[in-house]
């Protein structure tokens, strides 16, 4: 599909802090917190929730009555008549929902959409399945999050054992991996500076924490919780997660939860909204694939490639590259496979360093992309991401000068 009509308003989307698992969010109800947050965005950009015609709810780990996914936190945000579909395609999730939000603008379906992406990894859900077939009839039960971590149902390999298998492939040592830590920790301060001057630009800070009532305040965050100032030294002392691996705890993210949106909108409506008329945000294209069973870093480059292709574009002509790197062998392997330079990637953040709520994860790398091009004077922006069953995700974006 070739867009030409959906864009994304500047200004119109938010995200969290992202919280370390077990941290100061574990006791919000996700799709409920994520409803709260939209109202006080909304309400911060006067505009109106009735004004929406369509939306996605984007979320891969069940809460409480979750079943009745969309119409619930869109009812809780005054979106009653929205019907949602909700999505799930675990760390892909964000940028699905984005392209889901796209396609009905493009298609004349909606004229202003929102994508939603919200999720708790702390305290997952234990599920309890029948299975008359069992011994005595014996159900089966799993906890989602900690045994889909660590067992792909497919080859029954952890997530860490991809990163290590394409670490392998490609002959990528435990230093190199580290390096990539260093400079992915030095970007992220840069957008702490000035007073998180960077994250401010999409992110309310400080933080209002509800309490699990969503009635009164049970704290607040001046910025993300959780993350690790990597030094030279401390990542010398790790040892490897896996048996005689690469992988260590520094080169990998660490669950997070939080949640993160964006407004898509036709270009008419997208002028309107935006905090400045003058910028347009213009989205061109996407692209999934899949990779070999258990080499899911590998994912990304096709992706990208496929995005880039759709869109009509070559990667020379893309400025910046924002990636979902679960692990320091993501960002490796796409500037092997590419040939783009390691610094070019991930200016002022990343999911290897702010952590990994899934949902809203691509989202929020989405945002800081589009920040980062405003800040450049525009160009060209790439998203590309791995997620779970060894598959990746892209989006193809342009930041210009409306009046050009």
């Known amino acids: 599909m070739t ?12 995200s969290t802090p992202f919280a370390k698992w077990q941290g100061s969010l574990q006791h919000l109800h996700a799709l409920r917190f994520a409803a709260q947050v939209g109202n006080a965005e909304l309400a911060k950009r006067g505009l109106e929730a009735r004004r929406f015609d369509f939306g996605v709810l984007g979320t891969t780990v069940l809460q409480h009555r979750s079943f009745f996914g969309a119409p619930w936190p869109f009812f ?42 919200a999720d708790r990894v702390s305290n997952g859900a234990t599920a309890v399945y029948p299975a008359p077939g069992g011994p005595g009839g014996t159900a089966q039960a799993e906890n989602i999050v900690l ?14 054992q991809t990163a290590e298998n394409v670490a392998a492939k490609l002959k990528l040592s435990m230093s190199e991996q580290h390096e990539v830590v260093l400079l992915r920790t030095a970007q992220y301060q840069a957008a702490l500076a000035d007073d998180h001057a960077f994250q401010k630009r999409y992110m309310t800070l400080p933080f209002s924490i509800p309490k699990p009532n969503f009635k009164g305040e049970a704290g607040t965050l001046t910025g993300d919780e959780g993350v690790t100032v990597s030094t030279a030294a401390g990542l010398a002392k790790l040892k490897p997660v896996l048996p005689n691996g690469t992988l260590t705890f520094g080169s990998q993210t660490h669950p997070a939860d939080g949640n993160a949106a964006i407004i898509v909108a036709s270009s008419e409506r997208a002028r309107e909204l935006s905090k400045d008329p ?16 258990g080499f899911m870093p590998e994912a990304p480059v096709p992706a990208a490639q496929a995005a880039l292709r759709n869109a009509g574009i070559t990667l020379a002509q893309v400025r910046s590259v924002k990636s979902h790197n679960p692990f320091a062998v993501n960002d490796l392997c796409f500037s092997r496979a590419t040939g783009w330079p390691l610094e070019r990637m ?11 709520p899934q949902a809203p994860t691509g989202t929020r790398s989405i945002i800081e992309l589009i920040e980062e091009l405003v800040l450049a004077g525009g160009g060209i922006g790439l998203y590309t991401g791995c997620a779970a069953g060894d598959s990746g995700s892209a989006v193809v974006l342009e930041v210009s000068d409306r009046h050009a």
């Not at 867009?3 to 938010?14: K, M, Q, V």
């Not at 067992?151 to 029954?156: A, E, K």
């Not at 003058?278 to 069973?293: D, E, P, T």
């Open 147 to 160: 045994e889909s971590f660590s067992s792909d149902p497919q080859g029954g390999h952890s997530m860490a």
């Open 346 to 356: 991930n200016n002022f953040g990343c999911s290897l360093i702010w952590g990994h």
């Open 278 to 293: 003058g910028i347009r945000i213009r989205l061109l294209g996407f692209g999934q694939a899949r990779a070999a069973l």
């Open 3 to 14: 867009f030409n009509r959906a864009e994304i308003p500047y200004g119109g989307y938010w």
């Open 76 to 117: 809780e945000m005054g979106m009653g008549h929205v019907a949602g579909p909700t999505i799930n395609q675990v760390c892909a999730t964000g940028a699905r929902a984005l392209l889901t939000c796209a396609a009905e603008v493009e298609l004349g379906m909606a004229d202003l959409a929102l994508s939603l992406t």
